[in-house]
Every structure is written in structure tokens, then in C-alpha cells.
């Protein structure tokens, strides 16, 4: 086997390996003689068809056969015998063969970037301080006590007001002209809750059940529908019901009916509720944190990102996204889709960044050692089982049977190396509220392409603070 190595830059590598005909031919004859045997040709019974006529007739397919096979079988030992780890799968890019001659295939491939590792010691970061409120946890107090009450239609003849809720439906109209595209069957709304437009909510205050009303409504100039940008048009809404909600008592009976675990009074509540507020702002400020040691990372190298492990980045945050929203088949059920070619574009400039800083972080884990053991993993396991309230050998199945441990290792090896890192950063305490946006941001992941570690599905927090529709009373 003769093996030519192109350095095309500096990550980049074909490989050129040509193979005697001898060796081609052995393949090929074998591939033949399997043919032969299984061959059904008109004229002949099953098997006994002249080899020269099978070769006629399955000519391509032999070819493949023995394409298939001779470079399964080269392209790992010339990367072996040339010391050479690619990133990603090897690409075929051009194969010469003739029966009876040399086979001669050429592929492209990328290595990991070598570089010195820069000095990373002293970075200069930022962290979000954590401060909770006893307004924070009077606000998650009111949203639990929200959830749980109860909904009842009133009786008596009174107008529709701040916090109700309504059974509407409308039907939209320019002048004396219905909009067909804007007709809305019997659903419930709820006033003050920012979720309705200022003068739609402002004309369904004070209407009252029975009652319709043209309710005007301006639209955007912005909008796409040019039969509706800039037009002042009309909703004729009727309200069918109003409704009320019936919070329960605040109090320790309130806390104690919701079955969680250690709580018995209100104040437990509060106290479970402050732990919950700081959790997630902890999880927040991480996670700019993450981000922003990310960029420093990413900055203190000028390397060429592997496309294979940008591509896998990419393909994973997408992933990531589709099931955040609920997979592609409900997207289309509510009439949306994602734009994939605009959204590769749009995530590759962060997944470049995010590999930069992935090998790096690779690289200062292995010039510090940084190994992941059973006592490591022994304590993720006891931090999740009490997170989740669900025992350390259930945890344990979970991962083991969904061939995850491997993973959880990986990122506990991440989390130890930034660890590293912070013991020896400069970290400034800041107070920044948390952008929301940046839970969907991109995050430092091992070599930037492993499968985020999914928290169990069946393990949910059990407190039931967030949201859901009011209990119909």
C-alpha cells in the first residue's frame, strides 16, 4: 500500500492511497465468485451461469463491492501507520479502478489543531451575585397560590374586570368588510396579564356576559399581510362568560395540602421556594458565567475550527432546539417551521467559538490531569438524587441503561476543569439581571459536540409552582 499525504492547511489532510492490482483483483474475484454462486441468469439454473457473464451483467455492483471494501479496510491502517486521528469520518473524494489494475481512491480528513496552550491562569471574569428577594419569593408565592385556585362562573350581572376571566369570540372587520382570516371561536382570555393588546384588553373591560362590542384595534404597519399592515380596523367581540378565580387561604394548611416533601407550614414553603428562586438564579449566573469564559477561552487562541466538529455543534443545537420546541411535527401543527439552512448560518459563527474554546479547555485538562472517578460520579449522582428527590440506584439505572454514563463523566470532567480555572481567575462580583435569551445561548461542551446530558424525564421537580391552567371549580 503507498500512502501520499497533502497538507492542504493546517487542519486539513488528503490522503492518496493506491493499492496493487493484485489486491484489487483478489477482492473483486471474491465478490465474483459469491455472485456466481447466487447468480439467477435467463437460460442458465441458479448458480451455474458462466462467471464472464455474471461479471457482464453485475458489473457495477461488483465495483462498489469491492470499492466498499478495500477502503474499509485501507483507510484505518494508513491512519494508523501515520499516527493520524481525525475528527470526523474521513470523506471519499475520488477513486480510480480498472479490473486488472491498481485501485487508487483518495479521501479528506481533519485533524484536532495543535497548538501551545496559552497561558489561562488569571483570566479576568464576571459573576452574576445571586440576591434573593423576600419580594422574589412573595411573587412565586402569589404565581403557586395562582395556580392552584379555582375557577368559577359568576352569576350575577357584573362587569368584566381586572383579573378575570372571560369566555370571548370575535369576528374582525375594515368598515362594513369582514375579515375572514381574523375570526376567533369561543376561548378564555384573562385580563391583566400583558398578554393581550392594551387597547383590545382596555375595550373587553367593563363589557358583560352577553354583551357585544366593536372594539378598534389598529394594526402594525410591520405586519407582513398587506390587506392588514396599517389599518384601522374593528374586532365585533362578544363576551359569552365571565369567570372568576377563588384563591385558596395562604396559609400553613395551603402549604401543607401540596404534598411536598418537608413541608408543613408556610414559612417551610417560603423557605422552599427561596431555595428554588436561588437554584435557578445560581443556574442562570452559571450559565453566563459558562458563556463568557467560553468567549475568553476561545480568544486566547487563533486556531482553525474543524468543520466536522463545528457541523456536529451545529447540528446538535438544532437538535437541542426542535425538541425545546416540541419536535417538527407540532412546530407544523402550529403553522411554524424552522428556516434550517438561514439557522445553520445563524448558530455557526458561536459553534466556531464554541470549539475554539472546547479544544482548549480539552487541552488544559490534559496538562493538569484532569480524570473523572467513581467518588466524582458517586457525588453528581447524591446532588441529582436530591434534586430530583428520586434514589442514587434509580439515578444510576437511568443513565446506565440509556448509555449515558459516559456523558455524565464528560461533562463532570468539563465542570472540574473550569473549576480549575475559576480557582485561578480573577472573578468580579456584578449585579446583572440574567437575560433569559441566555438559557438558549450556546454552552461549553466536550469538544464541542457531545450530547447535552438530559436531565430524567421521569424525574421531575415535583413542586408544581409553574403555571398550568386554573382548575375549573
Do not use: C
Not at 458489473?59 to 481525525?86: W, Y
Not at 372571560?166 to 375594515?174: E, K
Not at 381574523?182 to 391583566?192: D, H, R, S
Not at 475559576?422 to 468580579?428: E, F, L, P, T
Amino acid at each position: 500500500m503507498i500512502v501520499n499525504i497533502e497538507e492542504v492547511n493546517s487542519i486539513k489532510r488528503k490522503l492518496t492511497v493506491e493499492l496493487p492490482a493484485a489486491e484489487a483483483d483478489q477482492a473483486r474475484l471474491k465478490h465474483l465468485d459469491d455472485y456466481a454462486r447466487n447468480a439467477r441468469l435467463k437460460g442458465f439454473r441458479p448458480g451455474k451461469a458462466p462467471k464472464s457473464m455474471v461479471a457482464k451483467v453485475y458489473a457495477d455492483e461488483l465495483r462498489r463491492k469491492v470499492l466498499e471494501e478495500l477502503v474499509a479496510e485501507a483507510v484505518p491502517k494508513a491512519l494508523d501507520e501515520h499516527k493520524l486521528e481525525p475528527v470526523g469520518a474521513p470523506l471519499l473524494e475520488d477513486v480510480e479502478y480498472e479490473t486488472g489494475g491498481p485501485f487508487k481512491f483518495t479521501v479528506s480528513l481533519e485533524l484536532k489543531p495543535v497548538f501551545e496552550t496559552p497561558k489561562w491562569q488569571g483570566l479576568e471574569l464576571e459573576k452574576t451575585r445571586v440576591d434573593i428577594s423576600e419580594e422574589m419569593v412573595d411573587k412565586r408565592l402569589d404565581d403557586l397560590r395562582l395556580s392552584l385556585a379555582a375557577v368559577k362562573k359568576i352569576t350575577d350581572d357584573r362587569p368584566l374586570g381586572r383579573g378575570d376571566l372571560a369566555l370571548i369570540s370575535y369576528q374582525g372587520y375594515d368598515g362594513d368588510k369582514i375579515i375572514a382570516k381574523m375570526k376567533a371561536a369561543p376561548f378564555n382570555v384573562e385580563l391583566n396579564t400583558d398578554r393581550l393588546s392594551p387597547e383590545f384588553e382596555a375595550g373587553l373591560s367593563g363589557m358583560r356576559a352577553g354583551e357585544t362590542k366593536d372594539i378598534p384595534i389598529i394594526m402594525g404597519d410591520e405586519l407582513e399581510d398587506p390587506e392588514l399592515a396599517g389599518k384601522n380596523i374593528f374586532l365585533r367581540t362578544t363576551v359569552h362568560e365571565i369567570k372568576e378565580r377563588e384563591l385558596p387561604a395562604l396559609d400553613d394548611e395551603m402549604a401543607k395540602d401540596l404534598g411536598l416533601e418537608g413541608v408543613e407550614t408556610l414559612e417551610d414553603l417560603r423557605s422552599r421556594l427561596r431555595r428554588e428562586l436561588t437554584r435557578e438564579a445560581e443556574g442562570r449566573a452559571d450559565h453566563r458565567f459558562n458563556k463568557d469564559l467560553t468567549n475568553a477561552l476561545a480568544g486566547l487562541v487563533d486556531i482553525e475550527a474543524p468543520t466536522a466538529m463545528v457541523d456536529r455543534e451545529v447540528a446538535n443545537k438544532i437538535e437541542t432546539m426542535r425538541n425545546s420546541l416540541g419536535g417538527g411535527g407540532r412546530l407544523r401543527k402550529l403553522g411554524l417551521d424552522l428556516n434550517i439552512s438561514a439557522l445553520r448560518e445563524d448558530l455557526r459563527p458561536a459553534a466556531v467559538n464554541n470549539v475554539k474554546a472546547a479544544l482548549v479547555l480539552d487541552q488544559i485538562a490534559r496538562d493538569n490531569n484532569v480524570e473523572i472517578n467513581e467518588e466524582d460520579i458517586a457525588r453528581e449522582l447524591a446532588e441529582m438524587s436530591e434534586e430530583y428527590s428520586q434514589p442514587v440506584d434509580v439515578l444510576r439505572e437511568y443513565y446506565q441503561s440509556r448509555n449515558l454514563m459516559a456523558n455524565l463523566r464528560e461533562g463532570l470532567k468539563i465542570s472540574k476543569t473550569i473549576d480549575l480555572i475559576k480557582n485561578q481567575a480573577i472573578i468580579k462580583e456584578v449585579d446583572k439581571t440574567a437575560d433569559p435569551a441566555d438559557l438558549t445561548s450556546e454552552t461549553l461542551l466536550p469538544e464541542a459536540a457531545a450530547q447535552e446530558i438530559p436531565a430524567p424525564e421521569a424525574l421531575a421537580e415535583e413542586s408544581g409552582a409553574a403555571g398550568g391552567e386554573p382548575n375549573e371549580g
